[in-house]
């Protein structure tokens, strides 16, 4: 069979690396494989590729979203141009990721996947396809998802928007895109989001819950002088990663953590933008975000404790990542990332700085 995937990147980041690998599954077994995606691409070497629209594009239409909150809804003539490769191509399967990324125009995409035919799979990986804006609205405690959105309490949130709340305009456009569209299923990697997709918009499909998985021949315990380099030798290292750090994520849990903790410990975060890295207190150890799979596994297998104090996740695939390279891991109660560590082991902890203190004492 012939199969397209749609993400946002391909090969990178948590939903790169899935599709990927997913791709590469299919391919040993025969099929023929493509990655359309928007922004990155790594780690793909003998896969298909072909990327929607430019950098240039892209920029556009994030600057866009910026002034009129319109995330999802441009792009409009690299989308045109995709949607007639797409039928030159003549896949088998659609599946769908991350549609979300200032890349593609979704009303396009599903004005064709509405008559196109084909078997359509869509695995979700956050909540921005039941919203009138946000990717999550937990930490917000904000559920007019559920009948409609308005005056979006996320609206500086990713997607941000400085100016305008489309968030009404833009539920009522995903609503009207997203429903009916025959040969549809969703997929989501856990209980705690499928619960979520039956309440919203997109309650009328069939919901298969498939927990994500590594590529456990590139995460698993991995030597390397990760701690020699830093000068960590004879600490105790707290580690976290993640694409973006913000407050959802647990940054502020991080920085309140490294107060309490005495010199014995350190506190290291992969994933931070320059701007976070000058501003972090010297007891954490900033990083950049890295897309080489090989130095994650090195540094998740040099930790002692990894830490996910989010409260907002769909799955909670660096949680994965660190079990499997043997290191445990500890987060909150209450978010899917317990679903991680109900399947796969680790400590779920109710949230609160003290609280995770309290995991950091007993099991480091």
């Not at 647990?250 to 490294?258: E, I, M, N, Q, R």
Request: charged share 20%; with cysteine.
């Amino acid at each position: 069979m012939k199969y397209l995937f749609i993400n946002s990147v391909a090969g990178v980041g948590s939903t790169g690396r899935i599709v990927e690998e997913t791709c590469r599954a299919l391919m040993a077994q025969g099929h023929q494989c493509c990655i359309a995606y928007g922004r990155r691409k790594a780690n793909c070497d003998g896969i298909q590729t072909i990327r929607i629209d430019s950098d240039f594009d892209n920029h556009v239409n994030a600057l866009l979203n910026r002034a009129f909150d319109n995330s999802g809804f441009g792009t409009r003539n690299p989308t045109k141009k995709f949607l007639r490769w797409v039928r030159d191509y003549d896949p088998d399967v659609i599946w769908l990721h991350n549609i979300h990324g200032y890349y593609i125009h979704v009303g396009l995409l599903f004005d064709y996947l509405r008559t196109c035919g084909k078997e359509i799979r869509w695995t979700l990986h956050d909540c921005w396809a039941l919203t009138g804006h946000c990717a999550y609205f937990d930490y917000a405690g904000c559920d007019k998802w559920k009948t409609q959105c308005y005056h979006c309490p996320e609206k500086k949130a990713y997607p941000a928007s400085l100016l305008m709340d489309g968030s009404r305009r833009n539920y009522l456009a995903k609503k009207a895109s997203f429903t009916d569209i025959p040969n549809l299923t969703l997929i989501t990697p856990s209980q705690w989001l499928a619960d979520r997709v039956k309440q919203g918009i997109l309650g009328e499909y069939p919901i298969e819950v498939i927990h994500n998985t590594v590529d456990e021949t590139v995460f698993r315990p991995t030597p390397s002088d990760f701690r020699e380099r830093h000068g960590l030798t004879g600490k105790k290292i707290l580690l976290g990663v993640a694409n973006v750090w913000d407050d959802r994520k647990g940054l502020k849990d991080f920085v309140a953590l490294s107060q309490r903790l005495d010199d014995s410990y350190k506190i290291v975060l992969v994933g931070l933008t320059p701007e976070q890295m000058k501003t972090l207190p010297p007891e954490i150890l900033a990083l950049p975000r890295t897309d080489n799979v090989k130095q994650l596994a090195e540094i998740y297998s040099a930790a002692d404790l990894y830490l996910n104090p989010s409260v907002e996740e769909t799955f909670g695939m660096t949680v994965l990542e660190a079990q499997c390279c043997g290191t445990p891991a500890v987060v909150y109660q209450g978010t899917a990332c317990q679903e991680v560590t109900n399947l796969y082991g680790g400590i779920a902890v109710p949230r609160g700085v003290e609280n995770l203190y309290q995991a950091v004492v007993e099991h480091s």
